[in-house]
Each structure stands twice: as C-alpha cells, then as structure tokens.
C-alpha cells in the first residue's frame, strides 16, 4: 500500500507507514490522510493567521526556514511495530510543534519524517531567525531527552535540522495553515540542504541567519560545504546554544558601543527629573521613540551615572520573544531586586530568597513560596491567579519601598513595547507605588504601544527623536571614520537613515559585511565602490513586521503611496490606492500618521503627506510583487495624467517615470518626448528673455 504522504509503500495489511508514521487507509478502514499542521497548532496561532492571511497573498517577505528531519527513520521503522513507531514519530512532532509555537512560528508541511517550519511569515516577526534558533535548541534539547528514554529498548533517536534566513513570495494560506510559497532562488532549498549536511543531534544555520543572531547565539564554524544545485561552497555554522545577549544592546556593546552622540539637552531633561525622585518625591518616566532611535541607549546611559552615584539600579529588558510569556519581565525584575542569576542552582536560588526576605522585615517570609513561584524555582503547584497577581503586587511595592529607604533607587524597564501582558499590570502598580519613595522608575518604549503607566501627575514623557543632522553626521564620522572616499558616503547614508542610529549602525554593517570596507570601526577604507546602498535584512524584518500589523486598508493605502514616492498628496492617493470612500481612506491616514509611518507636510492645496522614514518607502515598496507594483504605478500614471491635467508639462517626466516602471514603454517614451520637448521650450523662452547684446 502507497502512503498518500510519503509516497513510501508499505506492506498490505499495515494501518501506518512504515516510513513516516501517517496513518494509511486499508486495513482499519480508516481514510488515510497526512499529518494536518492544525491539530498540532495552538488555537490562538491558528486564528492569527487566518485572520491575516488575505494581506499576505503575494507579498515578498524575509523569514527564516528550518528543517528538521528524523536520523535514520526507515531503519528505525523497521526495529519497531508500526503502531510503536507511530506513537514514537508522534511524540517527536509534539515535541517540535511545541517549540516551534512557543515562538510563535508555524509548521508549514510535514515532510514525513520530519517538519519544515518557518518564523516571520505567516505571523510577522522582526526577530524571526533568533526565533528559529531558539526553537531548533529547545526542540534539540528535549529532543534528547526523549531519546534517552528510549534507548534502554535499542532505539537510538535522533534528528538533524538545518535553518536559513532567506526571502521568499507567500503564495495561498490555506485551511490547513499551509503557506504555498515562491522561493527566491535557492532560500527554501538551502535550508533542506544545511539539514543534511548536519551531524544527527545538531542544528546546523546558513551565514544569513548567523549573521541576523550574532551575540543571541553562540555559534561554531562547521566549514565550507559543497551542496547540490548550488556552484560555489557554503559556509555553514553549527548552532551551540542560547547567546550571552539578552537584547539587541547587549548584542551590540558586545561589538564596542560608539560614543553616545547628541543627547545632552534629553540627559539633562532626565537629570532634573531624577534629582526630583532622589529626593523622596518619586517619579515615573517613558522614554518614547520609534524603533531604533535610541531609547534603550539613553536609559542605558543614565543608569551607568546612576550606579557611579551611588544609586541602585534595579532592572528588566524585554525580548520580543517573551512578548507571551506570563510573567517574563516582572521575573527579570524580580532577580534583579534579589541579586540572583538565571544560571544559578535551584538550592542557591531558594536558599537566597528566603534568606533575603527575612532579613528585610519579618512581614515578608509569607510571599517566599509566591516568589519562588515566579522565579520558576517553587514547587509549582500554584498557576497564576488573581490572587496570587494581588498579593505579587503587594509584595513588590513593599520591596520596592523598602529597598528605596535603604537606598536611593533607579528601576529600569527597558523595551516596555515586548513586555507580556502579566508583567505590564504589575509595572502599573509600581509605577502608583514610586510616589513619596526615592524611586525613579524609567520606562522605554515605542509608540504604538500605550503602557496603563503613562497617566498621573507624577508621570512624565520624553518623546525622543532622531539624531539631528550635525549629531548624525557626527555618529557617521564615529563609525566610517574620514577616510576620503569613505566619508563620500556618509551623505548617502545620512539621506537614507533619517538620523535613525540603528539603521545607520546596520547600513555601515552591510557595507562591511559585503565587502564594500575595510579596516576598523571608525578607520574604514572602500574596498569596492557603492553602486546603491542595500536594505540590510535586519532593518527590513523590524519595518516589515511594522508594516504586518496594519490593519487591511492601512497597509493597501502604505503600499500605493510608496509606489507614487517618498511623499504624496491626498487625491493621488486616493485614486492610486484604490480606496475611494473619504472616511475609510481618512482612517487609513490617521492610523498612519498616528502610528508614526508618515507625517502630513502641507495642507493647500490638498493634504500632502510624507513617509516619516525614508526606509519605511523602501520596504513598504520592495514588499509587494513586481506585477502588483506594476498595477500601482499604472494606475499613478493615469491618475496624475488626470489630476496634473492644467500642468502636464511639468509633471511629463513623473509621468513617464511611472509608466516606464509599470513597463508600458510606449506610453512612458510618449511621455519622455513630451517631457524633453517642455525642458526645450523652457529652454528657448528663457534664451528669448535674455537680453540681446
Ligand atoms: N545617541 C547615540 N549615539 C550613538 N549611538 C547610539 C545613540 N543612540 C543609539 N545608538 C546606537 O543605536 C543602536 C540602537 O539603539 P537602541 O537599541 O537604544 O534603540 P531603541 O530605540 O531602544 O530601539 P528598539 O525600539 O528596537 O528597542 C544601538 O546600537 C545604540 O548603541
Ligand atoms: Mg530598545
């Protein structure tokens, strides 16, 4: 009997396939079916992602791939009865499914033997290879454990998996959460082959994904490769374990931090406030800004003058990762507040805490069992409830004032806008608890997120924006240096990053990493010249999870006002965009603007409105697929030949511009024409203007 999954044919009689496990039809009766993604995905994820996948179809997305595959499954098939050997392959997909989900990734086929999953798309992730890696080690790891139960029979279990990070055309998402997707030359495939290049029990990743989770992971060299299909050798890395860097900071101090640039008037601002809080009258500040701005950076900063005073410094740092994990951030806190790490041994950490309670004040040996809880060292028998959250948040406010009279306190809560919901409550209770107590408690986040902390007269906002264009210039100096040829580039970049110093770091990263410098950091020399400045992968995946958690119509009106440019007026929109109905549109536009994609620049006469960042063009641009973009630009060419009606001549050029991009090269040489014949014109009245000699 064939296997309708796997292809492999089994004996008559048998229920399942002896290769992979699917249960067939025949003998039961039953109607053989391939494993179905859904049974195995989380309700809430499923939910997701039909509820987004419309907005999806056809989209050109960077995500991250990973295979994994049972070592040897046919000869294990054969040591076991089909049924056994069932149970064992259903296990090792559960086992899979679970830490693929637990980051919110999705299974897209089973591959008999194995799965292939991917992280980023269909649910949007900016951090999706640290994702994939950190899946493929809690898969390895239990993975192995289950392996052990099994060898006392003679089983010897193992899997290989492979990851790349990679760009790849969402095709349908089915029913069955299935993406159908368009491989971008050698992504999907790359991804199969890293997998079988890997030794059984180990994750295997391409340079691309080492690359998006360098300081996350730690990482070996495994060599270079020759794999089929592809011409030049691999690089490929083997995936060791989970990296020393808790977030994107931490990865980047682990480079060397550049001076910070360019925010004495912010420090000083902060400075005031912590005077205010040093002295008995505490405060709450949210330090807001778009995403690479800065914020984790400036706090940074005035937590180190803070320690150097003499002030305690008590913190938390959000991942996005833990963005749903209960409790994440309040237990980062907590650890913090006792001194504990998260490699300490149980017996240490239980030890310590109960320890430590007693000796700040009798009332607290109670919460010790509660605590030990959400440090994830109790013994467990307590989920969390409304309850135990009320009598968390009674604890932490008598810590957080006791802690305060011994010292004067700084508690930092960094990257607030991954903070799990949990955690979020219980900062709120900090944030009424700081009153009256010598407690700065800073907070950053950006601005789509609305923390429940910002109100009361004891809460103040600093809306931070980019570097300015002397700061960023002087940040570019940092980094380039000012070799000749390579201080030539800064006016590009500076153009292209808006004064934004993540996107700035990762641009000069790029251009080191494909080899266009050379040299040191603020030293380097251009190896190669700069034909056009590339969007480096980890610049696009932040903007274009932005741009996926739009709503519909929001994204549509995004993706029609970066094909018209940079910046563009209402009534092009409309027409270009397609949505007609002014209230939808207005919507649109306020959810745009609000959210900080685009700004309004002039208002006569129509509202003229501007992308906030020049890159956010460039992705909402490059994610739609050329015949789409197609469509677009013919339909802006149209509507300007329309709307410029009573000055064609100026806008001929635009025009043919558009045309030419939406490869109508009839119309758009027509236009050109018309476009050369105006600049003569121009050219001859001017001659005709000028006095005669
Ligand atoms: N004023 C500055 N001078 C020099 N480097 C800076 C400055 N501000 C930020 N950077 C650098 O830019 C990078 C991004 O900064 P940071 O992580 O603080 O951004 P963020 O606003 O916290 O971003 P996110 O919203 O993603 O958390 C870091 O490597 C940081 O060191
Ligand atoms: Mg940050």
């Known amino acids: 009997m064939r ?3 796997c292809r492999h044919e089994s004996d008559e009689s048998a229920r399942f396939c002896a290769r992979c496990g699917a249960p067939l039809g025949g003998a039961s009766g039953a109607p053989a079916r391939p494993r179905d993604a859904r049974a195995y995905t989380p309700r809430h994820l499923a939910e997701k992602i039909l509820t987004t996948r419309s907005a999806l179809e056809g989209e050109r997305k960077h995500l991250s791939i990973l295979f994994v595959d049972v070592v040897d499954s046919m000869r294990l098939a054969e040591k076991l009865d089909a049924e056994e050997w069932h149970r064992v392959l259903d296990r090792v997909f559960e086992i899979l499914a679970a830490a693929i989900h637990g980051v919110e990734g999705t299974i897209n086929q089973f591959t008999g033997d194995g799965v292939m999953a991917l992280f980023g798309a269909p649910i949007a992730h900016e951090d999706h290879a640290r994702r994939a890696c950190q899946a493929a080690l809690a898969a390895r790891d239990t993975l192995r454990a289950y392996a052990e139960t099994l060898r006392p029979r003679g089983i010897s279990l193992a899997v290989r998996m492979g990851i790349n990070s990679d760009e790849v055309v969402v095709g349908k998402i089915g029913d069955d959460l299935r993406m159908d997707y368009t491989a971008q030359g050698q992504s999907v495939g790359l991804a199969a082959r890293v997998q079988q290049l890997a030794e059984p029990g180990t994750v295997l990743v391409t340079e691309s994904t080492a690359r998006l989770v360098e300081g996350f992971c730690m990482l070996a060299d495994a060599g270079m490769h020759s794999v089929k299909g592809i011409s030049a050798p691999i690089h490929v890395l083997e995936l060791c374990a989970i990296g020393p860097a808790r977030t994107r900071l931490d990865a980047a101090a682990r480079r060397g931090l550049t001076r910070l640039i360019g925010r004495d ?9 912590l005077a205010r809080s040093m002295a008995s009258d505490g405060q ?7 995403a690479g701005v800065g914020k984790s950076r400036l706090c940074l900063e005035l937590a180190r003058r803070c320690v150097a005073r003499g002030v305690a410094l008590y913190e938390a740092h959000c991942p996005a990762h833990a963005a749903t994990v209960p409790r994440f951030a309040i237990r980062d806190l907590l650890r913090s507040f006792l001194g504990l790490s998260q490699t300490d041994e149980v017996d240490v950490m239980r030890r ?26 109790g013994d467990g028998a307590a989920a969390p409830s409304a309850r135990s959250t009320a009598d968390l948040a009674g604890f932490l406010r008598r810590l957080l004032r006791l802690r305060s009279v011994a010292q004067p306190t700084l508690v930092l809560i960094d990257d607030a806008h991954w903070m799990d919901p949990a955690s979020h409550e219980l900062v709120r209770e900090l944030a009424a608890a700081v009153r009256g107590t010598r407690t700065l408690l800073l907070t950053n986040f950006r601005p789509e997120h609305r923390p429940a ?16 264009a002397e700061a960023a210039r002087e940040l570019l100096d940092e980094l380039l240096g000012s070799h000749g040829a390579v201080s030539g580039l800064a006016a590009s970049i500076l153009e292209r990053t808006g004064g934004n110093p993540f996107f700035t770091e990762e641009v000069v990263q790029a251009l080191v990493g494909a080899g266009n410098l050379v040299g040191e950091r603020g030293a380097y020399r251009l190896a190669t010249p700069v034909e056009a400045l590339a969007l480096p992968a980890t610049v696009q995946a932040l903007l274009a999870s932005r741009v996926d958690r739009l709503g519909e119509v929001a994204k549509q009106v995004l993706q029609a006002a ?19 109905a002014p209230r939808e549109l207005d919507a649109a536009l306020a959810d745009l603007e609000d959210l900080d994609f685009i700004r309004l620049v002039g208002l006569s006469p129509h509202p003229e409105y501007a992308f906030k960042h020049p890159l956010m063009a460039d992705v909402a641009y490059r994610s739609q697929l050329g015949e789409r973009r197609a469509q677009l630009h013919a339909a802006v060419a149209t509507a300007l030949e329309k709307l ?14 558009h045309w030419e991009a939406s490869g109508m090269r009839f119309e758009a040489s027509r ?12 050219k001859i009245g001017q001659h005709r203007r000028r006095p005669r000699p």
């Not at 709450?284 to 778009?290: D, I, S």
């Open 284 to 290: 709450v500040v949210g330090v807001v800004g778009e």
């Open 3 to 5: 296997c309708p999954h």
């Open 352 to 377: 310590s805490v109960a320890e430590q309670l007693a000796a700040l004040d009798a009332g607290l040996a109670d919460a010790v069992p509660l605590v030990l809880d959400v440090l994830g060292v």
């Open 265 to 273: 008037t912010e420090l000083a601002w902060l400075e005031s406030i």
């Open 644 to 657: 410029r009606a009573d000055r064609l001549g100026e806008y001929a050029s635009l025009i043919a511009h």
């Open 453 to 468: 902390w910002t109100g009361g007269s004891h809460y103040h906002q600093l809306a931070l924006s980019p570097l300015g």
């Open 562 to 580: 970066a094909v018209i440019g940079k910046q563009f007026d209402e009534p092009l929109l409309r027409v270009a965009s397609g949505v007609a």
């Open 671 to 682: 236009w050109k024409r018309r476009a050369a014949l105006n600049v003569a014109n121009i």
